[in-house]
């Protein structure tokens, strides 16, 4: 027995040490606003008391339903600091959507933005639910919620293995799942995340991503729990994004590959200085190679790319592999291990393609009240350790490096061959023209499935259908290529801008250019 008890900082202990320690320092900016680490502290601690003076306690959920502004940190803060759990839901999603959400995760309380009374709205129609709205005055305003309360520490006692947050998934393969983090996963995916990527107290970190995703809190949570500054976007542009680049001088900052090519792809780009940048991260979705070489060059600073999994663990493509393995998504962040499987559950050597499945100290408590869901995607190594399936396919190099070969149900078997969606995605996107592509099977009579394409092309090609047929098929293996290649207007995307596969499958006549 040691003579002292071991007692964990959870990140809002963090957050407490950083106003004491540092407090003018700047803790969020946002627009004309400007939080020092003492005021943001302070803000989180009234929204914390306000909760436990409403009856919160430790475990009770509450749900945030807002757009970005400097009130959605010190409410999901608080909410963290009172003991609940946090639910961030997002703003883009249906009525129906909201309402499943919020009634899964047993939310107690709901915080909405104005922008946002439709749906909540629908929600109160079918659902009792105690609601606070932010940005409007009188009854059931957020105002009210917080007046006269202290700012003075809750001292909520918590504890690693204490629930901090449920993220749901975007629900593109179906409905959303509640995934559940503890206090330990959240630190230790915040700590891992800022000793990876050079985040310390001098971090200034751009966040242009709605604040209920997980991609946001990949650099949101590591900066914070170091006591570095966070400039929240209220909507992203290329436009702002470079503006704000120039006037606030970030060092870091995470896109999703569609805001990349927004960005390099503005017309006055070169009149803006980003040369403030010290390392700019993608994620979300694979980055095309092309893309990642442009990035170099006109940043002109350390570029990573960050693949992984809301339930988990995941890889990282350091900036000194970047031109060595520009196709690869890296290897595993250390404190993680990441295996491929085949469908017997086998591991399979480097250099074979299956499964990937990840095992780490950032892996989620599981699906929230979905015990059968959580025990599906377990796989148990040679020695009983469990990891987590993660439904993407993908193969390790000889030199351990991860490529991400597309979605496990995405998958186009042809002829009894196995054809992976990413191996001609990635020929296809260095043409000249291509915006951007997918690939995805069609029935065929001969071969059962096939592989189609579609492409959204950059403003002013001119190039066709047929034509890109014809230059991809020269490019890919014989039993890889495509059988058409469909021009699209745009293609469905959730809220980080990845395509929707499904819904390209279901609605694809439709969003075929005419």
């Known amino acids: 027995m040691s003579y002292f008890d071991a007692v964990p900082l959870v990140i809002t202990d963090l957050m407490s040490q950083h106003a004491k320690n540092f407090p003018n320092r700047e803790a969020v900016i946002f627009e004309s606003q400007r939080y020092s680490w003492k005021e943001l502290n302070e803000r989180i601690n009234v929204v914390a008391n306000a ?27 608080g909410v963290i600091k009172a003991g609940g759990v946090l639910v961030p839901l997002a703003t883009m999603i249906e009525p129906d959507t909201l309402l499943h959400m919020i009634k899964n995760s047993d939310s107690k309380i709901v915080f909405f933005s104005s922008d946002n009374i439709e749906s909540i709205n629908y929600v109160k129609e079918n659902h009792q639910v105690e609601t606070v709205e932010v940005g409007k005055k009188g009854s059931g305003s957020y105002e009210q919620f917080i007046a006269n309360v202290s700012a003075e520490e809750p001292n909520i006692e918590l504890k690693f293995e204490d629930d901090c947050i449920i993220l749901y998934s975007s629900g593109t393969t179906g409905v959303p799942k509640g995934i559940l ?45 170091v006591g570095g500054t966070i400039i929240v976007m209220k909507k992203f542009s290329p436009g702002r994004f470079l503006e704000i680049s120039q006037k606030e001088r970030p060092t870091h900052s995470v896109m999703v590959p569609t805001q990349y090519y927004m960005v390099l ?42 693949y992984g999994l809301t339930e988990g663990p995941g890889t990282m493509l350091f900036p000194d592999n970047v031109l060595e393995k520009p196709d690869s998504v890296g290897k595993p962040y250390f404190g993680t291990d990441i295996r491929i499987i085949d469908e017997e559950g086998k591991e399979l050597p480097k250099g ?12 989620m408590k599981g699906y929230y009240k979905l015990p059968e869901k959580t025990q599906e995607v377990i796989w148990y190594d040679e020695n009983g350790r469990k990891y987590l399936r993660t439904g993407d396919m993908g193969k390790l190099d000889e030199d351990g490096f991860l490529y991400i070969l597309g979605r496990k149900k995405d998958m186009i078997i042809s002829g009894g061959l196995n054809i992976y969606a990413a191996d001609i995605e990635n020929v296809l996107s260095t043409h000249s023209d291509v915006a951007d592509c997918a690939v995805i099977a069609v029935p065929h009579e001969k071969w059962g499935e096939t592989p189609l394409a579609l492409v959204e092309l950059k403003e002013n090609a001119a190039v066709t259908g047929p034509e890109l047929k014809s230059w991809v098929n020269e490019r890919v293996n014989k039993f890889q290529r495509v059988a058409d290649v469909e021009i699209v207007q745009a293609f469905p995307r959730n809220h980080l ?17 005419q």
């Open 51 to 77: 909760l436990i003076k409403k009856g919160v306690k430790k475990g009770d959920k509450v749900s945030v339903f807002m757009s970005n502004m400097p009130q959605s940190i010190e409410i999901m803060f």
């Open 181 to 225: 983090h503890t206090h330990y996963s959240r630190y230790m995916f915040a700590t891992r995340l800022a000793i990876s990527n050079g985040f310390t107290q001098e971090a200034i970190t751009l966040l242009t991503t709605p604040l209920y995703t997980n991609s946001t809190w990949a650099p949101m949570l590591p900066t914070l729990a």
């Open 265 to 306: 792809n503005h017309p006055d780009f070169d009149q803006f200085d980003v040369s403030s940048f010290k390392q700019l991260i993608s994620v979300a979705s694979p980055l095309h190679k092309q893309t990642k070489l442009e990035i170099l060059t006109k940043f002109n600073c350390k570029f990573a790319e960050l």
């Open 352 to 363: 074979e393609a299956g499964e990937i499945v990840g095992r780490g100290s950032v892996l």
């Open 497 to 513: 801008g990845k395509i929707l596969k499904r819904e390209l499958r279901e609605n694809r006549s439709q969003m075929i250019k």
